[in-house]
């Protein structure tokens, strides 16, 4: 471990709760991943489904951890949930919460190499374990009248029988809100724009990556390393949140959005790690203790670009 971590190899992932195969050439609304490592130009690759996105990029980061590289790993989905998620859903007093969860939703979810997927039916199964009339997760398509969605927004803070009420936003979600920047809900998991579905079939697909290298090769932060840089292996790879929306974006990297999105997070957190600034972004956020310590637990943070 190193007390002066940065990374030298990025790998970005612009990750989709699609329920069918995309097209060939990544398209408009693809599951796009940009590299970026020392001695090559920058690549960005389309992916057709998510089992050959989490092949790929298990794959990548094997090959660099085996080269020897500090790797940064940045997927564009959710990590976590609102503080006090895993209580309402029956979480044992001794274990960690976000640990628990991602196990929990690596066995309810099924994602197969054609993209189908059940997440709607295990966001009802989980309002329905949670025993709230309105929700949390809300939003579904018209085809699939699950008796534990519904369709719109509950009022929240939503109240269940098990924990405290749950907030419709992480802090991470309020802090970049504040900032000018509008990152939905992870309860959302339906319509335009939302983020709940890609949280819902990220976090097994984390989850298996956890379980595929060893601990003193891959981390996910804030959740495994807390806030402190010489707890990050070295060389291994660090997983973390990223929001591509923190950047402006720029047409001339791509003409496809998405694939423009992780090629500039590259090159955004290339700049940060050469000018010092990737250091201060992993750092604890501007929080209370209560609530840093809710981020490392069970929310995540958003990691930030600096300079953009």
């Known amino acids: 471990m190193s007390d002066r971590w940065t990374a030298d190899a990025f790998v970005m992932v612009d990750w989709s709760a699609a329920s069918r195969q995309g097209p060939s050439d990544g398209g408009t609304n693809g599951l796009w991943a940009a590299i970026g490592e020392p001695g090559a130009e920058d690549r960005v690759l389309p992916f057709r489904t998510r089992t050959e996105a989490a092949r ?3 794959e990548e980061l094997r090959r660099l951890t085996h080269d020897g590289r500090r790797v940064l790993c940045g997927i ?30 690596a066995d309810l979810i099924t994602d197969d190499e054609r993209n189908v997927n059940n997440r709607y039916a295990v ?30 927004k509950p009022t929240y803070p939503v109240t269940t029988p098990h924990a405290w009420p749950l907030a419709e936003l992480r802090h991470t979600e309020r802090h970049w809100r504040d900032r000018g920047h509008h990152p939905k809900s992870v309860w959302q998991v339906a319509y335009n724009g939302s983020v709940g579905g890609q949280t819902l079939v990220a976090l097994p697909v984390i989850h298996r990556l956890r379980q595929a290298f060893a ?39 791509h003409p496809v959005r998405d694939a423009a999105q992780v090629l500039a997070l590259v090159r955004a957190y290339r700049r940060m790690a050469t000018d010092g600034s990737l250091l201060t972004a992993i750092g604890p956020p501007d929080l209370n203790v209560t609530a840093i310590t809710a981020t490392v637990r069970e929310e995540g943070w958003i990691l930030p670009v600096i300079g953009a």
Request: hydrophobic share 40%.
């Open 76 to 105: 564009d989905a959710a990590f976590g949930y609102p503080s006090g998620t895993a209580a309402a859903l029956g979480l044992p007093a001794a274990e960690d919460p976000w640990t628990w969860m991602r196990t929990l939703l």
């Open 123 to 152: 966001a009802d199964e989980l309002n329905e374990r949670m025993g709230a009339e309105e929700g949390p997760f809300w939003g579904r398509p018209e085809t699939q009248p699950l008796p534990h969605l519904h369709p719109t």
């Open 56 to 58: 790929w990029m298990e």
């Open 215 to 253: 601990e003193e090769e891959l981390l996910v932060w804030p959740f495994d390393t807390g806030y402190n840089t010489g707890r990050f292996p070295s060389p291994g790879v660090v997983v973390a949140e990223v929001y591509p929306s923190l950047l402006p974006r720029d047409p001339a990297l």
